[in-house]
C-alpha cells in the first residue's frame, strides 16, 4: 500500500506534503515524488529509497508552491526506480498519483500508444495520466477529464491529479482504496491516511466508493459515481501526530486487540475487486509464479509460525499442492531438499527477525522459484530481499506479545492460500464463499470483541494456577498453539498446547482439578471428535473451558465446562476468529497477575540476535 498527499492552498505546502509522506512511511516504499504547480509550470522531484532522498533532492534546488501531490510507492507494476517512481506525468501538463492496481492498463495502453503517448515507465499508473491528458485536450475540464477517465479503470485505486493549465485545483479518486479529505481555513487536503495531515487538520472526510472530490483552496465539493455533488459526514480526529498513544486503553496489548477489526479491514483494503483478489498485489510476475508453483515452503518464528502453519492447512485443503510450515531457526541449520517449482514464504512481523532472514539466505542457494515476504516493516531487510511482497498493514504494534501483526499475517496468508488455490483450479463457487468470508471478518472480530466482560470473569479462574493446557484439531491446533504462547509470554503462566486425539498418548497424565483445560471447538467436522477428547478431561476431573460456536455451545455447557459463545462463522475464518477471546483471555490473565503486559520478562520486539 502506498501512500498519497495533495494539498490546495494559499501559502506554500511543499512542507507540509514532506512532512505528509514522512508520517506515511510506516507504510513503506521503494521511492517517493512530489509535483508542484510553480507559475505557469508544473516541476516534479522523484527519488528511489526513502521519503529522505526526495526531501534531499527537493533541497538542492528548492522551489515554493501552493498546490501539488505526493507520493510514497511500494513496487507492484514496474521495478523499484526513478523512472517508476510517482507522480506519473503527461504532456508536461497532467501528474498523477495513484495507489492500488488498475487490472486493464495493457488493454488500454495500445490505443494510447496509436494517439502518440510514449510510455517512459513500467507502471500501470502511467496509463491514467495519459488518459486524463488526451480527453483535456479534447476539451473537457480537469474534474470531467478525471471523471471520464475513472469509468475506462477495473481494479483498485486511490488517485490525486493536478495539471499545470489549471492552477490551485486537485482531483482525487478511489474505488476499494481508502483517500480522506483535510479540511483547513483556505486551504484543502487529500490523502490515503489521516496520520499524513494531522499536523496540518483535525477536520476529515473519508470519502466513499466511486467518490471524486475537486479541491480548491476555499472547497472541497464531493462527486458520487454518478456525477452528482454530495454530502459526506465531516470527522473529527482525536489522534496524536507525533506518536502511538495508548488513549483509553490500560495497555498498549489491549488497545491493539481492539484494533483488529480495523488492521485487517486495511489489510483488505483495495486488494479484492468484483469479488476476487487482484493477484497483483503480491508483486511483479506473480500471477504465472503460481500457476506454475508445486510446492509452498514456509519459514517463520514464534506467533509467525503459528500463522505459517494454519497457512499449511489452507494451502493443502484447497490448491492440492504440498506445504511445509517450519521454525526459521530450524530450517536454516538443515539441508532441506527443495520439491521442484517450490515457494519459499518468509513470515515475520519487522521483517527484521535474524533466524528468519538467515533462513532467506540458506535458501538463496536453493532453487526456489520465488521468495516472497509477509511483513509489517516495507523498509525490512526481508522484504527488500524478496521478490514477491505483501504487507500486512498492522500499523504500529508497540506491545511484546503480538496480536494485531499475528492476525493480520493470518489476513495476508489466506490472500496467498486463495490466489495459489485459484491458480491450481480451486472451485469458483468455494472461492468466492471464502473472499465472502474475509470481507465479512472485521465485523466478526468485533462481535467477538463484545465477549470480553465474559472472557475477563472466566480469567479469575486462572489466578491461582501454575500451569494450562490448550487443545485445538486440525486448522485449529495452530491457534491452540497461538493461545499457549500468549498466556505464557504475558502472565508466566506455563501453558502448552496438544492436538486434541494426542491426549491420550501423554498429557492426559497432567490434567486433575489445578490444571485448566482451554479447547477451541468451532461447529467444523472435527467437532464431534473434540466433544471425545473433553470428555477424556473430564473424566479426570480437569476443568474445561470452551470457546464453542454459538449454535453449539449451549448443549455444551455443565458445572466443570465453562462455554463461550462465539459468534456464528464461516469455517475458512473462524481460526481467525477464535484468535481473540484467547489473546484477551491472556491479557486480563496477566493484568489479575500484575506481570508487565507490554513488556514482559526476557523479550523483545523485534528478536534480531540468534
Given at each position: 500500500?502506498?501512500?498519497?498527499?495533495?494539498?490546495?492552498?494559499?501559502?506554500n505546502?511543499?512542507?507540509?506534503?514532506?512532512?505528509?509522506?514522512?508520517?506515511?512511511?510506516?507504510?513503506?516504499?521503494?521511492?517517493?515524488?512530489?509535483?508542484?504547480?510553480?507559475?505557469?509550470?508544473?516541476?516534479?522531484?522523484?527519488a528511489?529509497?526513502?521519503?529522505?532522498?526526495?526531501?534531499?533532492?527537493?533541497?538542492?534546488?528548492?522551489?515554493g508552491?501552493?498546490?501539488?501531490?505526493?507520493?510514497?510507492?511500494?513496487?507492484?507494476?514496474?521495478?523499484?526506480s526513478?523512472?517508476?517512481?510517482?507522480?506519473?506525468?503527461?504532456?508536461?501538463?497532467?501528474?498523477?498519483?495513484?495507489?492500488g492496481?488498475?487490472?486493464?492498463?495493457?488493454?488500454?495502453?495500445?490505443?494510447?500508444?496509436?494517439?502518440?503517448y510514449?510510455?517512459?515507465?513500467?507502471?500501470?499508473?502511467?496509463?491514467?495520466?495519459?488518459?486524463?491528458?488526451q480527453?483535456?485536450?479534447q476539451?473537457?475540464?480537469?474534474?470531467?477529464?478525471?471523471?471520464?477517465?475513472?469509468?475506462?479503470?477495473?481494479?483498485?485505486?486511490?488517485?490525486?491529479?493536478?495539471?499545470?493549465d489549471?492552477?490551485?485545483?486537485?482531483?482525487?479518486?478511489?474505488?476499494?482504496?481508502?483517500?480522506?479529505?483535510?479540511?483547513?481555513?483556505?486551504?484543502?487536503?487529500?490523502?490515503?491516511?489521516?496520520?499524513?495531515?494531522?499536523?496540518?487538520?483535525?477536520?476529515?472526510?473519508?470519502?466513499?466508493?466511486?467518490?471524486?472530490?475537486?479541491?480548491?483552496?476555499?472547497?472541497a465539493?464531493?462527486?458520487?459515481?454518478?456525477?452528482?455533488?454530495?454530502?459526506?459526514?465531516?470527522?473529527?480526529?482525536?489522534?496524536?501526530?507525533?506518536?502511538?498513544e495508548?488513549?483509553?486503553?490500560?495497555?498498549?496489548?489491549?488497545?491493539?486487540?481492539h484494533?483488529?477489526?480495523?488492521?485487517?479491514?486495511?489489510?483488505?483494503?483495495?486488494?479484492?475487486?468484483?469479488?476476487?483478489?487482484?493477484?497483483?498485489?503480491?508483486?511483479?510476475?506473480?500471477?504465472?509464479q503460481?500457476?506454475?508453483?508445486?510446492?509452498?515452503?514456509i519459514?517463520?518464528?514464534?506467533?509467525?509460525?503459528?500463522?505459517?502453519?494454519?497457512a499449511?492447512?489452507?494451502?493443502?485443503?484447497?490448491?492440492?499442492?504440498?506445504?511445509?510450515?517450519?521454525?526459521?531457526?530450524?530450517?536454516?541449520?538443515?539441508?532441506?531438499a527443495?520439491?521442484?517449482r517450490?515457494?519459499l514464504?518468509?513470515?515475520s512481523?519487522?521483517?527484521?527477525?535474524?533466524?528468519?532472514?538467515?533462513?532467506?539466505q540458506?535458501?538463496?542457494?536453493?532453487?526456489y522459484?520465488?521468495?516472497?515476504?509477509?511483513?509489517?516493516?516495507?523498509?525490512?531487510?526481508l522484504?527488500?530481499?524478496?521478490?514477491?511482497?505483501?504487507m500486512?498493514?498492522?500499523?504500529?504494534?508497540?506491545?511484546?506479545?503480538?496480536t494485531?501483526?499475528?492476525?493480520?499475517?493470518?489476513?495476508?496468508?489466506?490472500l496467498?492460500?486463495?490466489?495459489?488455490a485459484?491458480?491450481?483450479g480451486?472451485?469458483?463457487?468455494?472461492?468466492?464463499?471464502?473472499?465472502?468470508?474475509?470481507?465479512?471478518?472485521?465485523?466478526?472480530l468485533?462481535?467477538?470483541?463484545?465477549l470480553d466482560?465474559?472472557?475477563?470473569?472466566?480469567?479469575?479462574?486462572?489466578?491461582?494456577k501454575?500451569?494450562?493446557?490448550?487443545?485445538?484439531?486440525?486448522?485449529?491446533?495452530?491457534?491452540?498453539?497461538?493461545?499457549?504462547?500468549?498466556?505464557?509470554?504475558i502472565?508466566?503462566?506455563?501453558?502448552?498446547?496438544?492436538?486434541?486425539?494426542?491426549?491420550?498418548?501423554?498429557?492426559?497424565?497432567?490434567?486433575?482439578?489445578?490444571?485448566?483445560?482451554?479447547?477451541?471447538?468451532?461447529?467444523?467436522?472435527?467437532?464431534?471428535?473434540?466433544?471425545?477428547?473433553?470428555?477424556?478431561?473430564r473424566?479426570r476431573?480437569?476443568?474445561?473451558f470452551?470457546?464453542a460456536?454459538?449454535?453449539?455451545?449451549?448443549?455444551?455447557?455443565?458445572?466443570?465446562?465453562?462455554?463461550?459463545?462465539m459468534?456464528?462463522?464461516?469455517?475458512?475464518?473462524?481460526?481467525m476468529?477464535?484468535?481473540?477471546?484467547?489473546?484477551?483471555l491472556?491479557?486480563?490473565?496477566a493484568?489479575?497477575?500484575?506481570?508487565?503486559?507490554?513488556?514482559?520478562?526476557?523479550?523483545?520486539?523485534?528478536?534480531?540476535?540468534?
Amino acid at each position: 500500500m502506498c501512500g498519497i498527499v495533495g494539498i490546495a492552498g494559499h501559502v506554500n505546502a511543499v512542507p507540509a506534503l514532506i512532512q505528509g509522506l514522512k508520517a506515511l512511511e510506516y507504510r513503506g516504499y521503494d521511492s517517493a515524488g512530489l509535483a508542484l504547480q510553480v507559475g505557469a509550470d508544473l516541476r516534479r522531484f522523484r527519488a528511489a529509497g526513502k521519503v529522505k532522498a526526495l526531501q534531499d533532492l527537493y533541497e538542492a534546488d528548492p522551489v515554493g508552491a501552493r498546490t501539488g501531490i505526493a507520493h510514497t510507492r511500494w513496487a507492484t507494476h514496474g521495478v523499484p526506480s526513478e523512472r517508476n517512481a510517482h507522480p506519473m506525468t503527461s504532456g508536461e501538463q497532467i501528474s498523477v498519483v495513484h495507489n492500488g492496481i488498475i487490472e486493464n492498463h495493457e488493454h488500454l495502453r495500445p490505443a494510447l500508444v496509436v494517439a502518440g503517448y510514449d510510455f517512459t515507465s513500467e507502471t500501470d499508473t502511467e496509463v491514467i495520466a495519459h488518459l486524463i491528458h488526451q480527453k483535456r485536450a479534447q476539451g473537457l475540464s480537469l474534474l470531467a477529464a478525471v471523471q471520464q477517465t475513472v469509468a475506462q479503470l477495473d481494479g483498485a485505486y486511490a488517485i490525486a491529479v493536478v495539471d499545470r493549465d489549471t492552477p490551485d485545483e486537485v482531483v482525487g479518486a478511489r474505488r476499494g482504496s481508502p483517500m480522506v479529505v483535510g479540511l483547513g481555513d483556505g486551504v484543502q487536503y487529500l490523502a490515503s491516511d489521516v496520520y499524513a495531515l494531522l499536523n496540518e487538520t483535525r477536520q476529515f472526510i473519508y470519502l466513499h466508493d466511486g467518490d471524486l472530490v475537486h479541491l480548491t483552496p476555499h472547497a472541497a465539493v464531493i462527486y458520487d459515481s454518478s456525477g452528482s455533488v454530495v454530502t459526506r459526514e465531516v470527522k473529527s480526529a482525536h489522534l496524536r501526530p507525533d506518536a502511538v498513544e495508548r488513549g483509553q486503553y490500560r495497555h498498549y496489548m489491549l488497545k491493539e486487540i481492539h484494533e483488529q477489526p480495523q488492521a485487517v479491514a486495511d489489510t483488505l483494503e483495495g486488494r479484492i475487486a468484483n469479488g476476487r483478489i487482484l493477484t497483483e498485489i503480491f508483486g511483479p510476475g506473480a500471477r504465472e509464479q503460481f500457476k506454475a508453483l508445486q510446492a509452498v515452503q514456509i519459514v517463520a518464528c514464534g506467533s509467525s509460525n503459528h500463522a505459517a502453519q494454519v497457512a499449511r492447512y489452507w494451502i493443502e485443503s484447497m490448491a492440492g499442492i504440498p506445504c511445509f510450515a517450519e521454525i526459521a531457526s530450524e530450517y536454516r541449520y538443515r539441508q532441506p531438499a527443495v520439491i521442484e517449482r517450490s515457494l519459499l514464504v518468509t513470515v515475520s512481523q519487522s521483517g527484521e527477525t535474524s533466524d528468519t532472514l538467515a533462513a532467506l539466505q540458506h535458501a538463496a542457494q536453493r532453487p526456489y522459484l520465488a521468495r516472497l515476504a509477509i511483513c509489517n516493516v516495507p523498509e525490512s531487510s526481508l522484504v527488500r530481499a524478496s521478490e514477491l511482497v505483501l504487507m500486512t498493514r498492522a500499523g504500529p504494534e508497540i506491545g511484546v506479545a503480538s496480536t494485531k501483526a499475528f492476525l493480520t499475517q493470518l489476513v495476508a496468508l489466506a490472500l496467498l492460500a486463495l490466489e495459489i488455490a485459484r491458480a491450481k483450479g480451486m472451485d469458483d463457487a468455494r472461492y468466492r464463499q471464502c473472499i465472502k468470508e474475509l470481507q465479512h471478518l472485521p465485523a466478526a472480530l468485533q462481535a467477538a470483541l463484545a465477549l470480553d466482560a465474559q472472557i475477563q470473569a472466566i480469567a479469575q479462574r486462572f489466578g491461582d494456577k501454575h500451569h494450562a493446557l490448550f487443545l485445538g484439531r486440525g486448522v485449529q491446533y495452530p491457534i491452540a498453539l497461538e493461545g499457549a504462547l500468549k498466556l505464557k509470554e504475558i502472565s508466566y503462566i506455563h501453558a502448552e498446547a496438544y492436538p486434541a486425539g494426542e491426549l491420550k498418548h501423554g498429557p492426559l497424565a497432567l490434567v486433575d482439578e489445578h490444571m485448566p483445560v482451554i479447547a477451541v471447538a468451532p461447529n467444523d467436522e472435527l467437532l464431534e471428535k473434540l466433544k471425545s477428547n473433553i470428555q477424556e478431561v473430564r473424566a479426570r476431573g480437569g476443568e474445561m473451558f470452551v470457546l464453542a460456536d454459538e449454535d453449539v455451545a449451549e448443549s455444551m455447557a455443565n458445572d466443570r465446562q465453562h462455554v463461550i459463545a462465539m459468534p456464528r462463522a464461516g469455517s475458512f475464518i473462524a481460526p481467525m476468529l477464535y484468535t481473540v477471546p484467547m489473546q484477551l483471555l491472556a491479557y486480563h490473565v496477566a493484568v489479575l497477575k500484575g506481570t508487565d503486559v507490554d513488556q514482559p520478562r526476557n523479550l523483545a520486539k523485534s528478536v534480531t540476535v540468534e
